[in-house]
């Protein structure tokens, strides 16, 4: 599957973006998904993570309460929703695509990965 991520930008503290990566190929509802970011210096890390039928989201402590994850298996599309965003949430965003089952949140268990997205909140 070929995945590719958009919706990054320029954002003041407090401000809100929304996410998007659209997948091609394979059958998009096979895989459960999940976003990751990478901030300047520092190693990626785990975001939020989605279902195959989105019936069940797992989300890091640092951005629970503030973005949500969803999915429209129709449009073969996963989305990122970030509200009340803070400067310490600029990076690289990533989303990816995994085989097996259940969720998961390191790296490792993800099989495809998306090109990025910048997301850049200023203060």
């Known amino acids: 599957v070929q995945l590719q991520a958009s919706g990054g930008g320029l954002v003041q503290a407090g401000g809100s973006l929304r996410l998007s990566c659209a997948a091609s190929g394979r059958r998009f509802s096979n895989y459960n998904m999940g976003w990751f970011r990478q901030a300047p210096g520092a190693e990626r890390e785990f975001v939020a993570a989605?279902?195959?039928?989105?019936?069940?989201?797992y989300y890091a402590d640092s951005v629970k309460g503030r973005f949500t994850i969803s999915r429209v298996n129709a449009q073969n599309t996963v989305y990122l929703q970030m509200n009340s965003l803070k400067p310490e949430d600029t990076a690289v965003y990533y989303c990816a695509a995994r085989i097996g089952a259940g969720l998961a949140t390191t790296d490792s268990g993800y099989n495809y990965w998306g090109q990025g997205t910048q997301v850049t909140v200023s203060s």
């Open positions: 989605i279902s195959r039928n989105g019936g069940n989201t």
